[in-house]
């Protein structure tokens, strides 16, 4: 019989501990053998990408070439430079289990959810990304942790909209060179931290390493779908498996190795605990980027007199207990989140009167497709307010040149 590791303590409390029980997942603890093999990609990177970092240093011209290849594809190019043509040979010879029609599904899913999908996206997926602490560690490199803390979640919220629109994963399509362009400002961040003196590698691994990324894609995948049905959201067996499906192909683009991206629900929760089990190790940087975030969520009151100071304190309260519920108590006591249980209760409440109104939704013959609609729009016009509120930069641009 093999020997299994015990559970970590993430899923021994919160969310998790009751939604690994819901799911009906057996077994999930790796082996000593299994853990050691996951560990290893600590210290494997992206070599097609930061190949082609290292040519753009060299020769800035290149990046002109990207955007052509983007956009036409590599073919439109006449003797591209091999680091270039290498990466997007490979990109787009698309693998053999993609299936666009499942893609389409996951995302109308997902958008199927709204602007409600953004609250797992920062109380879930980002604080709950804090408590790898060694993942935070480019983040904390930049000197900004609490300045660009709330530009870094509007962009990310930006981003996620992008691979999660309706026909936006096909070849050339917004999604598509989103993420290709995130994979890219990944090798020109991780090319910045390779070559500063004070980088620790027996600390910290080999900087956005393939663990790292891996860990942020489950967030949100898997995690993504936890939060929302912790929300009330109602999803079919086969829409949680389009969703998986969907960021099995976004991983892909983001040049995570295939040994590593899941192709069903079992195999992102046994992902997940191994992430729990060696990743989740937070320090004092999670908390200054945890607080940072709440800071951000204070923000919605300024300039808006009493009524701002009130809607301040709500929205910490709100957010803070959303994480709070899902992370569970002692991680949420280490991230220092405030805890209301009021607050808590409220979450609560909401969540059974979303689940109510999913209910219906699933029984009302047209309904889920309305609903469909009604998201496309909120997200829509979230995208839009962002762009007078924010400088959105879809080519990622700032953060290459800061990198």
């Known amino acids: 019989m093999d020997e299994r590791l015990p559970d970590p303590d993430f899923f021994r409390q919160g969310t998790f501990k009751l939604a690994r029980g819901l799911a009906g997942i057996g077994d999930i603890r790796a082996t000593p053998e299994q853990l050691a093999r996951f560990r290893a990609f600590a210290d494997q990177e992206d070599p097609a990408a930061d190949a082609l970092v290292a040519l753009m240093r060299q020769r800035p011209q290149t990046r002109k070439l990207f955007d052509q290849a983007l956009e036409h594809g590599i073919g439109s190019i006449n003797r591209p430079p091999k680091a270039l043509r290498d990466f997007f040979t490979d990109v787009e010879a698309t693998p053999y289990w993609v ?41 904390v490199a930049t000197g900004e942790i609490e300045h660009m803390a709330g530009q870094r979640l509007v962009e990310t919220a930006a981003w996620w909209i992008d691979v999660t629109t309706p026909g936006s994963l096909r070849p050339h399509g917004k999604g598509y060179a989103s993420s290709l362009r995130v994979r890219l400002v990944h090798a020109y961040v991780r090319d910045a931290m390779n070559r500063r003196q004070d980088w620790d590698y027996e600390a910290w691994d080999r ?25 009330g959201i109602r ?43 060696t990743e989740f190790i937070p320090d004092d940087d999670s908390k200054r980027l945890a607080k940072a975030l709440l800071v951000t969520h204070e923000g919605i009151g300024v300039g808006r007199g009493a009524f701002g100071k009130v809607l301040a304190h709500v929205s910490v309260r709100v957010h803070s207990s959303i994480s709070r519920l899902v992370l569970g108590r002692t991680n949420a006591d280490f991230l220092e989140l405030p805890n209301d249980p009021l607050a808590q209760g409220a979450v609560l409440a909401a969540a059974a009167v979303n689940f109510a109104a999913e209910t219906v939704r699933r029984r009302v013959p047209g309904a889920t497709s309305v609903q469909e609609l009604i998201g496309r729009m909120e997200r829509r016009r979230y995208v839009t307010q962002l762009s007078k509120i924010f400088q959105l930069d879809p080519t990622y641009t700032r953060h290459m040149r800061a990198a």
Request: net charge negative.
């Open 235 to 277: 999803y079919t067996e086969r829409e949680r498996a389009d969703i998986i499906h969907l960021w099995r192909y976004v991983g892909w683009l983001l040049g995570i190795d295939e040994e590593l991206l899941p192709a069903t629900e079992e195999d992102a929760w046994r992902l997940l605990w191994l992430l729990a089990t």
């Open 207 to 231: 900087p956005i390493n393939q663990l790292q990324t891996v860990g942020t894609l489950l967030l949100f995948s898997l995690v993504f779908v936890l939060g929302t049905q912790f929300l």
């Open 99 to 139: 299936d666009h029609t499942r893609i389409e599904r996951g995302a109308k899913a997902i958008t199927r959810t709204g602007l409600l999908g953004l609250f797992p996206l920062g109380d879930m997926s980002l604080m709950g990304g804090y408590l790898a602490s060694r993942a935070t560690k480019p983040l």
